[in-house]
């Protein structure tokens, strides 16, 4: 199984920025998919969870800010992120959780400088 995150990056308090998280072969399909992230000396949280069907569910830090979405055609699930806080800053992975198992990957780092 491979989950591979991109679209970190640097950004301005307020701006925004769109991960994306690409998952290999058939662990994609059916299963529930989230986002983490971890910031620096915080542990890590739950940020958005959506089911194959695509019901949603986010952190309450979101407060309407960010929105998960998936293409099961293209095995893809993303994070869009507006009005992004300093404290949004951190490591931002992907999940996929397939009944008892789950699978991380590696990671995206976002920077929000304020």
């Known amino acids: 199984v491979q989950l591979q995150a991109s679209g970190g990056g640097l950004v301005q308090a307020g701006g925004s920025l769109r991960l994306s998280c690409v998952a290999s072969?058939?662990?994609?399909?059916?299963?529930?998919m989230s986002w983490h992230r971890q910031g620096p000396g915080k542990q890590r949280e739950l940020v958005a969870v959506?089911?194959?069907?695509?019901?949603?569910n986010y952190g309450d830090f979101v407060k309407g800010r960010f929105t998960i979405s998936r293409d099961n055609a293209k095995n893809t699930v993303y994070l869009q992120m507006n009005s992004l806080k300093a404290e949004d800053t951190g490591v931002y992975y992907c999940?996929?959780?397939?009944?008892?198992?789950?699978?991380w990957g590696q990671g995206t780092l976002v920077t929000v400088s304020s």
């Open positions: 999940v996929v959780s397939a009944g008892p198992r789950s699978y």
């Open positions: 072969g058939s662990i994609f399909s059916g299963n529930v």
């Open positions: 959506i089911s194959s069907g695509g019901t949603t």
